[in-house]
């Protein structure tokens, strides 16, 4: 009997240990893909920043919030530019190839000569992890060529597809000098048509130095724009662009910005 309590203290160890190196070895892997790409918030950019800011709002002083659009140009596209044109604001848009701007490229023209900000958001809206790098950057320089063929210009932002990066998706982004945009608020206006929900949605997750990110395309978006921006100024939010929010810091290739 004694021999045999001996005989089964080693096989426990050596169990135990081989149940620990596994379970080390998965922390490790996991620690490797889940975090693997730079990340930094709106503030934090700016406040290591020197110099001036870009334009006229200064988002080091004012309580600013980005808004952004998704998804476009679309038909409702001229609507939500001449809200903003008629309170002298800017927003980014994230539009998207294939039946945006090959269908609306006159769209794209107005939006560039209104000033507005200009990202890239793929040409089909793949989640860009699926695919592999060859993928994902044929994805982004179809777009980038388009925008420039239209408007003159290559964007430096990008948004990818349901928020999904990683670091190939950064790698690729690097290298056509892309930074990253994530978001704080969205209303989820691809699941409603009701404006007033919308609206609800923005100002209940709204904060200083956040991202809106919303789909001008779908029904009840852009009637809820011009109440949003009504109660975020009555709040004392000031309304600007992605590129805005970060000044004087400027958008860093690959790196993933999100508030």
Known sequence: MAFTKRA???RILIA?????????????TLALTVTTYEHTSPRAARDKAKGQVTGSVDCRRAKCVALSFDGG????????????????????????????????PDILRR??????????????????????????????????DAI????????????????????????????LGLAQVLWSVTAKDYETTDSALITERVLDQTHRD????????????????PGIIKALEQRGYTIVTVSQLLSPAKPQPGMVYRP
């Open 148 to 175: 420039e063929r239209i408007t003159g210009e290559k964007p430096v932002l990008m948004r990818p597809p349901e928020g999904r990066t990683d670091r190939k998706v950064a790698k690729v982004c690097r290298e």
């Open 111 to 144: 939006i560039a000569a209104e000033g507005q900000e200009i990202g890239n958001h793929t040409w089909t809206h793949p989640r860009l992890t699926d695919l592999d790098e060859a993928g994902a950057r044929q994805e982004l320089t179809r777009t980038q």
């Open 8 to 10: 089964r203290r080693p």
């Open 210 to 225: 956040g991202i809106i990110l919303l789909h001008d395309l779908h029904k009840g978006t852009v009637p809820a724009v």
């Open 16 to 28: 135990i240990v081989t149940a620990v190196a596994a379970a080390v070895a998965v922390a490790v």
């Open 73 to 104: 140009p679309s038909p409702t596209t001229p609507k939500l530019l001449d809200i903003l044109g008629q309170d002298g604001l800017h927003a980014t848009f994230f539009v998207q190839g294939r039946g945006h701007i090959s269908k609306y």
